[in-house]
């Protein structure tokens, strides 16, 4: 079975300071790790996917993150705030493809500070 | 390319009724998948097909039934609704062992 756990469901920073959004994975696989953003009102927009290389994975708007497996983590980072990143950030895990479905955390709504 | 397109973007049924969402992958994707998005639950799978066959089903109740063309277009029912049905359903679609899944914009369920 797999699960996902994303530490805090609100997180708020000031405009131009570090986002840090945690999450944490359990698979009996290698697993598949995502993240995707959803804005108000729309549908899941990809951000990164890790599937196997290199562990720090780079993705669109400046968004990064880091698979650590020894921790079970994918936390998802980006050096400098915009208020346009104001949305809900989901982490998710899947086993590969679309087969199996993907299994999402909780989610976290990240709020910018002017 | 044109992304996955789902219809109607809004609707509002009563109890009892039943109602099809209509998904259309991105072109070359034979994968969709269907998900449930509440305040309550978070986002939840609720099945996968390819090439007309699902492949995989979330812990959903038979009220939740889904089939696919053979355009690879895909639709889902849900039948006897209920107050709890009332949420955004997204539909996905990814390419035969791609590792990307790609979401629409989903289709808001309102049951009153």
């Known amino acids: 079975a797999q699960s996902v756990t994303q530490l805090g469901s609100h997180v708020s920073v000031s405009e131009g300071a570090l986002v840090l959004l945690r999450c944490n994975y359990s698979s009996s696989v290698p697993p598949y790790l995502f993240w995707y953003v959803q804005y108000p009102n729309q549908g899941l927009q990809l951000l990164l996917k890790y599937t196997t290389g290199a562990t720090l994975v780079k993705g669109i708007n400046g968004f990064e993150a880091e698979f650590k497996k020894s921790e079970t983590s994918f936390h998802l980072t980006k050096p400098s705030a915009h208020m346009s990143d104001a949305a809900e950030y989901f982490c998710a895990v899947g086993k590969g493809g679309g087969a199996d479905g993907l299994t999402f955390g909780k989610g976290t709504h990240l709020i910018i500070q002017p | 390319k044109a992304g996955v397109t789902q219809t109607p973007r809004y609707l509002i049924k009563t109890r009892g009724q039943q109602v099809t969402l209509s998904c259309s992958p991105i072109s070359g994707h034979r ?82």
């Open chain 2, 31 to 112: 994968s969709v998948s269907w998900y449930q998005q509440t305040p309550g639950q978070g986002l939840q799978f609720l099945f996968e097909y390819f090439s007309e066959t699902q492949r995989n089903k979330g812990n959903f109740p038979g009220r939740f039934s889904g089939r696919q063309f053979s355009n690879s277009r895909s639709e889902m029912n849900v039948s006897t609704l209920e107050l709890g049905d009332s949420a955004l359903y997204l539909c996905a679609s990814s390419l035969e062992g791609g590792n990307t899944i790609y979401f629409g914009e989903g289709s808001w369920l309102t049951v009153v």
